[in-house]
């Protein structure tokens, strides 16, 4: 795997399985356990239960998800340290089956891949491609015919930190993702669009 500027990437990535729990809470959980944050889980999960779980609830909810025979996302490391986090799963099995916003391009049984997270001080390394491919490998492993992400299409423009975990349209095309459908969704304030990348 490369970076982007073409050097050989010294970046592995790995299914979240439950031996790497630690791992997964180191990129997704808080310092205060108590808190109560996302762990991935608000767009995994429909509203109701994302409401219902609550602070150490929600890690406990990601830990039982690591211990299914198909893992929840994938962990990047430099060396034995993790240094980021992307989920994917099958979209059927997501709130973004029945969503209005972004639409079925085709019938197909996709994953979609919507969170992509670098650890802080390692940011503009070229872990985000590494994650997107790592993905993309995990979900062909596991038999997907295609991958669906849903980045903002910011025509270089800034994205907010806090908004960048969907992941630019730049991104997903340096992927090999193309562009199959305009969405009804903003992040940031910035549309999204629907990149697909057949898998065969």
């Known amino acids: 795997m490369a970076a982007p500027d073409g050097s050989p990437s010294t970046f592995q990535v790995r299914p979240a399985t439950s031996e790497r729990f630690d791992d997964v809470a180191t990129m ?90 670098v650890r802080p001080g390692h940011r503009g390394r070229g872990i985000a491609h590494a994650l997107v491919s790592g993905a993309v490998d995990y979900a062909a492993s596991q038999g997907a015919p295609a991958v669906e992400g849903y980045p903002v299409d910011n025509e270089g423009r800034r994205v907010d930190l806090t908004m960048a975990y969907v992941g630019t349209r730049s991104l997903f095309e340096e992927a090999g993702f193309v562009w199959a459908a305009d969405t009804g969704s903003v992040s940031g304030g910035i549309p999204r669009v629907l990149m697909r990348r057949a898998l065969d």
């Open 28 to 117: 997704l959980g808080p310092r205060n356990p108590t808190s109560n944050v996302c762990w991935c889980l608000s767009h995994r999960v429909d509203a109701r239960t994302n409401r219902e779980l609550v602070g150490p609830a929600r890690r406990q909810y990601v830990r039982e998800l690591t211990r299914r025979p198909v893992a929840p996302g994938v962990l990047a490391y430099d060396g034995a340290e993790v240094v980021g986090w992307a989920a994917v799963a099958p979209r059927a099995e997501l709130p973004f089956e029945h969503s209005t916003k972004i639409p079925h391009v085709d019938g197909l049984p996709v994953w979609s891949l919507w969170c992509i997270r």
